[in-house]
């Protein structure tokens, strides 16, 4: 199942992937896995930019009554900043978990047995026999940007305080304002006697462009293979169900459709449902279902529409 198809089709997210021909069974879970994760770390970015304007924001609240006076940082604390902080342990996690798909995604189209982590297909390339274009896309990547994400997500992952990634937050003052929060330089040997802050790292725009560098790879190797961008339509999974037998007519399953509208001056929010179900005879119909005026209502409570 795909969630949030029309999210990524606004966004042109994996509509490349989307277009790889399904080889197999195997193939098709691989390409969805993928495809979800995305939207996972789409949907964090999404909020830590939402929350990095909350910061700002706040910050600006009393701003006119900070002593200021050319400071190039101030630590700011707030429930935002926090919540911030927060969305970076997965964001890194989903980040990780993208790259191994990847591969996993390349075995799968080639046939071909390869590291389950990109970290140590990367360190003994020479032995996997693939794609030679693919093998230089997965090479630049990792030069350029996958590497570091490894290099994070190691440290909050395995031998160090969870604080190493989050205890430096800041507002950097000039020349405007904006949230800094401060993570180690890049080594090649991880080692936490020997983290330097020397490069200024502002972890919110190194996972911006972590973010940019993942979908770009992903959408080029899909290319790579000959796939042509293909829009996501919405889908539903009824596997989980098992068994449908004995046939009988009911209710299968149901897909819920909230999307904001513009309608002349005001934003308006569509509410609807297609309801699948199973008719004697075993074979699915469709049925679109739309709201009554009392449920109106308890929708527009339930969204918080005025």
Avoid at 19 to 30: A, H, P, V
Avoid at 72 to 101: D, W, Y
Avoid at 257 to 271: D, F, Q, S, T
Wanted: aromatic share 10%.
């Amino acid at each position: 199942m795909l969630f949030l198809p029309d999210l990524l089709n606004r966004h042109e997210l994996f509509l490349a992937l989307n277009g790889l021909d399904q080889r197999n069974s195997k193939f098709g879970e691989i390409k969805e896995s993928i495809i979800n994760h995305g939207t996972d770390a789409f949907l964090r970015m999404e909020r830590i930019r939402a929350l990095n304007d909350l910061i700002l924001g706040e910050f600006d609240l009393f701003a006119d009554q900070m002593s200021l006076r050319g400071e190039e940082v101030i630590v700011f604390a707030s429930r935002s900043m926090g919540a911030l902080l927060m969305e970076i342990s997965p964001f890194l996690a989903t980040l990780r978990i993208l790259q191994n798909k990847t591969l996993a995604l390349i075995s799968a189209q080639e046939s071909v047995s390869l590291p389950s982590s990109m970290s140590d297909f990367c360190k003994k390339v020479e032995r996997y026999r693939i794609n030679s274009d693919v093998r230089e896309l997965i090479l630049m990547y990792w030069e350029s940007s996958g590497k570091h994400v490894k290099f994070y997500r190691d440290i909050d992952q395995h031998d160090f305080d969870k604080t190493e990634l989050i205890s430096r937050y800041f507002i950097r003052i000039a020349p405007e304002p904006i949230t800094y929060v401060e993570i180690p330089d890049y080594q090649k040997i991880l080692k936490k006697s020997e983290f330097t802050y020397e490069n200024k790292i502002n972890a919110l725009e190194f996972f911006d462009e972590a973010g940019f560098q993942i979908h770009s790879l992903i959408e080029a190797i899909s290319t790579s293979y000959g796939a042509e961008q293909k829009l996501h339509a919405d889908s539903i999974r009824l596997g989980q169900l098992g068994d449908l037998t004995p046939w009988r007519y009911r209710t299968l399953a149901v897909m819920l459709e909230n999307k904001m509208e513009r309608r002349g001056e005001e934003n308006a929010m569509n509410i609807g449902a297609i309801r699948l179900d199973q008719n004697e005879e075993g074979k699915p119909v469709l049925q679109r279902m739309f709201l009554s005026e009392d449920k109106l209502g308890q929708a527009k409570i339930l969204y918080g529409i005025r």
